[in-house]
């Protein structure tokens, strides 16, 4: 069975700390990455996704991926209280549809 | 409107009511999904319909049944529903089967007495 691990946390960081959230998966085939933010009582939003081994910025959001170790990250830099919320590590195979895990809760105290 | 829209927002029914969840895309994807969304559980993609085509059916018990009559509209008919049921339910589109980038709806709260 396609399984996708996060530590569900709660991860508290104090403001402008450096925020690390981790995913491991399962399925060796999996080919791409997404990381979905979703506040409490919303809806989950993309805001990153990588397809390559090696890292990817965009903006304060650092996603790192590591195929052989089947593993990928979060970095959230300079970590700011709206950064909290649950974050959801997905995964998929080409033309399937996306694995979720539980999603991890960081909590970023002012 | 823009985006996914979904209602209603919050639906309390009992286990023998029917009741209907609507989603509406206006993306011009061609991919639906109803994901659902229990506390303390990873999203649980439900079905899939690609181009009005149902094409998954994750093992869904048959109280649900998914309707597509067109690629912006989705519809979850629930009858005889038990408590253990109730959730957020989540509608998304993409653009294509893959569902690589997701855009979710706000969901339906759906409490079951």
């Known amino acids: 069975q396609k399984e996708v691990e996060q530590n569900s946390g709660p991860l508290s960081v104090p403001e402008g700390a450096i925020a690390s959230l981790n995913c491991t998966y399962s399925?060796?085939?999996?080919?791409?990455f997404f990381w979905y933010r979703q506040y409490s009582g919303k809806s989950p939003e993309l805001i990153m996704f990588?397809?390559?081994?090696g890292d990817k910025e965009d903006g304060r959001f650092t996603a790192q991926l590591n195929k052989a170790s089947q593993y990928v990250s979060l970095l959230i830099r300079d970590s700011q209280p709206s950064d909290s919320a649950t974050y959801l590590c997905?995964?998929?195979?080409?033309?399937?549809?996306?694995?979720f895990g539980k999603g991890t809760t960081l909590s970023v105290s002012s | 409107e823009t985006g996914v829209t979904q209602t209603p927002r919050h639906l309390v029914m009992g286990m023998t009511n029917k009741k209907s969840l609507k989603c509406e895309q206006h993306?011009?994807?061609?991919?639906m999904y109803w994901y659902k969304q229990s506390a303390k559980k990873p999203l649980e993609l439900m079905f899939v319909?690609?181009?009005?085509?149902?094409?998954e059916n994750n093992s869904v018990p048959s109280r649900f049944s998914p309707e597509c009559p067109n690629s912006s509209h989705l519809f979850l008919h629930l009858h005889t529903l038990q408590p253990e049921d109730s959730a957020l339910y989540l509608c998304?589109?993409?653009?294509?089967?893959?569902?690589?980038?997701?855009?979710f709806g706000s969901g339906t709260q759906l409490s079951v007495l």
């Open positions: 990588i397809y390559s081994n």
């Open positions: 998304a589109s993409s653009q294509d089967r893959g569902g690589k980038k997701l855009f």
């Open positions: 993306l011009g994807h061609n991919a």
């Open positions: 319909y690609s181009l009005e085509e149902r094409v």
């Open positions: 399925d060796r085939g999996s080919q791409s």
């Open positions: 997905a995964v998929n195979q080409a033309g399937t549809a996306l694995i």
